[in-house]
């Protein structure tokens, strides 16, 4: 199993969509995490809205800041385009995905960029496969 750490500023919508595919897509090959550098606490209605359209309850997610997951060596950190460099988290690559930040868009924009997420993270678990 590999161990990937997705991060945002938040850890509200980008980061915690990300986790959410890498639990549904990779369950047997990665071990997915996700935190924020300044986690809001709180994960974004938006982002549990969209994600209940495809049927994923992220309701059972927390929002977390980078001292909350588990302090040991990923095989990946990626970030999602917020500008967050994690010093902190021990990684044998990092990768930044450059997505844009759904939280101020319309229901429509915000699914295109779940979307987008969904497709990195499978071609990273098919990458790993």
Known sequence: MKKVLFVCVENSCRSQMAEAFGK????????????????????NEKAIKSMQAIGYDLNTHVSKSLNEVPNEKYDFA????CGDECPF???EQRVDWGIPDPKHM???????????????????VNELS
């Open 89 to 91: 988290v021990i990684a």
């Open 78 to 81: 990626i970030t999602m385009g």
């Open 24 to 43: 549904i897509h990779g369950k047997e090959i990665v071990e997915c995490y996700s935190a924020g550098s300044r986690a809001s606490g709180k994960v």
């Open 106 to 124: 319309d229901e429509a924009e915000f699914a295109q960029v779940r979307d987008m997420i969904e497709q990195k993270v499978l071609a990273l």
